[in-house]
Every structure is written in C-alpha cells, then in structure tokens.
C-alpha cells in the first residue's frame, strides 16, 4: 500500500494544484489551474475561496503575517499579474474581508505569469513574472524632512505676510 494518499475532494474534476500557501491557523490554500481553495484540515474537503474567479490559473501564495486587526493579506500570482486578498481565519474556517486588489500596474502587462513571491527586508515583495520585480511602499526615506521643511515655510511666510501687512495705527 502506497502511502500517499489522493487528496481532491470538492477540487474539479482534473484539475492541477501549482502551489501551496498555509494560513497562520494552519489551514491550507492551494492554487489550482482553475482556482483557488482551502481546506480547515489535511484530508477534509476543499473549498473554493469567494471572491476569486474559478477560470483563473494560480502560479504562486504568499501569506504575509497578520496585521492589528487579525487580518491576513494573501498574495496571489496569476497569469494576469499580483493580486492581494485580506483573510479572516476561524475556527470554522476562512473567509474574504474586502475585495480582490489587482497590482497589475507596476507592468503592463506582465510578459509571464507570476510564478514567485517572496517577502523582502522591511516592508515589500521581490516578485518574479518573466523579469524581477519589488513591491514596496512608495515613501521616500527621509520623507518627513519635506514635511518638517513645509511646515517651517508656511510659518515663516505667516511671519513675513504679518511683517508686511502692519496692522494702521489708529487715532483715538
């Protein structure tokens, strides 16, 4: 007796899983050539996640941690680009907590598929489709040095538009 053991129930007919992803409860995602699903324990059904289209290929999860609110962010790679899901994790299982986001922008279009991601240093994503690519935020490093510069100048133009603009001395 073999001791793999088919685990495919409530998946399609036929259908291919191309990546894994496990969730910080440790239920399981899988990402299918139709789909994406998850399942609450190894052996039990499949279930497909809402909000993800059935007829689109899943190259490559990325489950980042956590944030405050309990929420975990779900990277995904398509053949069409990166999109992100928020999960909430019970104890009866998962469920979506906003809408699917697309990042397809960072480019136009995609040459290959996503097949990678992978978290980077700090806050960002080093993700593969076709060429490598970094997602991360878009704030300059010394950013509050503009703010702190900005400030200074709205003060110091108050001072000089008072300077200039004497209140007239009044003859009582």
């Known amino acids: 007796m073999s001791p793999w053991t088919a685990n495919s129930r409530g998946l399609p007919d036929g259908v291919k899983a191309l990546c894994f992803a496990v969730t910080e409860g440790g239920m399981l995602l899988v990402g299918t050539d ?9 052996g039990e059904t499949w279930t497909a996640l809402a909000q ?7 190259l490559a999860l990325y489950r ?4 405050a ?8 790679g398509t053949d069409d680009g990166l ?3 928020d999960l909430a994790e019970t104890r009866e299982g998962l469920s979506v907590a906003g809408p699917l986001r697309s990042f397809d922008a960072l480019w136009e279009p995609p040459e290959t598929g996503v097949s990678w991601i992978v978290p980077v240093a700090g806050d960002g ?12 935020a878009v704030r300059y490093p010394g950013w509050y040095r503009f703010v702190l510069a900005g400030i200074l100048l709205l003060l110091v133009g108050g001072w000089l538009w008072l300077g200039f603009n004497p209140e007239p001395a009044r003859d009582d």
Not at 52 to 58: K, L, Q, Y
Not at 69 to 76: A, E, K, S
């Open 52 to 58: 993800f289209p059935r007829e689109r290929r899943v």
């Open 125 to 136: 994503l080093m993700v593969s489709a076709g060429a490598l690519y970094r997602l991360s």
């Open 83 to 85: 999109s992100a899901l």
């Open 69 to 76: 609110r309990g929420l975990q962010r779900l990277w995904i």
């Open 34 to 42: 139709r789909g994406l699903y998850w399942q609450a324990a190894p």
């Open 64 to 67: 980042a941690p956590p944030d």
